[in-house]
């Protein structure tokens, strides 16, 4: 019996398409690690990737009265899907560290960090905010860290760094490195 | 005077050498002055305009635009770079026999043409407007007037300039039986490099995750600011401290680059 085309599809959420990777591949993970998944996932592909809106269309279509296994056999193949489903779960797995995302402010004046010895806690990600009070650009960039980002003139950038292992990781300001120097300290 | 030179040149350095591959590659294509000058020009501009909105990138994306910006800019070198070597393992050496009638496949020599046009400019585009930003604060700082800083900049660019050019004399000099895989051998690195610095944005955007931070540190060993870690880095994407998913995407697109040049490749040597 075909599908009324009168039907709107049901409304598609990335949570539907985690919980059913989350019920697959659920011994690879603990309950704190699945919500952390969940939130993640959903944020950060929603945010940058794609809409869901985006998703629900591939649902469109009235030959099948279950939309999610149109999803799964017919537009994209079982294989795929589950490929799909694993990068997905593997670009999720370190949700648990994000969940306690710890800030700390960092300053630029007069071409110098404030504070010079930023001391952050090992093998957590921290969130440093930089504000640059001073009128010219700066490049915050540490080798040791992996970090380079411009900070413009009057304004904050956020930079993500960790998780380190404990010891002292040197940064300074590219633009202004005879003064702009500083050093993180993961303990 | 002499900071602002240094500085330059390290900015300027990663854009020539690739200017210099590229220059090097193209070589005997009807036309390439044109084009590569044209993608310099297209980059300058760019720079201009890209560092004009650097704060209105930064904010956008929630904070990280800056991280997503030059992640899309590397990203799409990555793809033009791919699509020249693998276009080129199929038609180079039919090219290279035909080489002795100059201009006789315009059009698809200026079809690679354009996709590297694209390259140089986003080279430049991404290295400039850093530079672009650096001097304006340099200049508008009390302490260094604008003559000084302009003479520091040319300095640093003539210098920047040089080991572009020096690196093009370099290929030229390479015998025509191993010019084409010279060349494309350093596209390919450079390509992975290129893929690895988008990972490096990409996690520092926290995009994606790190896997490991660093993977090893041989920064003891070849620093990242010493002359040989930055003409390393620059030519073939060498890091000090590399995140684990930076050496993923670089092995992953040197592999995928790489299987896609011999599957080019297969009909030519099967028509032998």
Known sequence: MPHSSLDAPPPFHYRQLINCAREEYSFLFNDATKLAIRAWVGHVSEKYFWKSELISEYFIDDRYENHYHLYERNLLGEPVVSFFRICLLMIAMPAGALAADREIALTIKDHRFEPAEVRVPAGEKVKLMVHNQDATPEEFESHKLNREKIVPGNSKATIYIGPLSPGQYPFFGEFNQKTAQGVVIAE | ?272
Request: aromatic fraction near 8%; proline fraction near 2%.
């Open chain 2, 1 to 272: 005077m002499l900071g602002a030179a240094i500085i330059v040149f390290r900015e300027t350095l990663e854009a020539a050498l690739i200017l210099g591959i590229i220059a090097a590659a193209t070589r005997g294509v009807l036309g390439r002055g044109r084009w590569l000058t044209a993608g310099v020009a297209a980059g300058v501009m760019g720079a201009l305009l890209v560092a004009g909105l650097t704060e209105r990138i930064g904010q956008m994306a929630n904070g990280i635009g800056q991280e997503m910006f030059n992640a899309v800019v590397l990203a799409i070198a990555v793809i033009m770079l791919a699509w020249h070597n693998i276009w080129m393992s199929r038609h180079g050496a039919q090219m290279a026999r035909e080489a002795k009638q100059v201009g006789k496949d315009v059009s698809s020599g200026t079809k690679d043409l354009s996709i590297l046009f694209v390259v140089i400019a986003l080279a430049v585009l991404r290295e400039g407007s850093e530079t672009v930003l650096f001097l304006y604060g340099l200049a508008s700082s009390s302490n260094e007037g604008w003559s000084s800083v302009i003479y520091g900049g040319a300095l640093g660019l003539a210098a920047g300039a040089a080991a572009g050019i020096a690196l093009y004399a370099g290929f030229l000099s390479i015998p025509s039986k191993w010019f084409f895989s010279a060349t494309s051998g350093l596209i390919l690195l450079l390509a992975a490099s290129m893929s690895s610095q988008m990972a490096h944005f990409l996690v520092q955007g926290d995009v994606l995750p790190s896997l490991a931070s660093p993977v090893w540190d041989t920064s003891r060993l070849l620093a990242n600011d010493s002359a040989l870690g930055s003409l390393l880095h620059a030519l073939m994407g060498y890091d000090a401290a590399p995140a684990g998913m930076q050496v993923v995407f670089y092995l992953c697109t040197f592999i995928l680059i790489l299987f896609g040049m011999r599957w080019a490749q297969r009909p030519i040597t099967h028509t032998h």
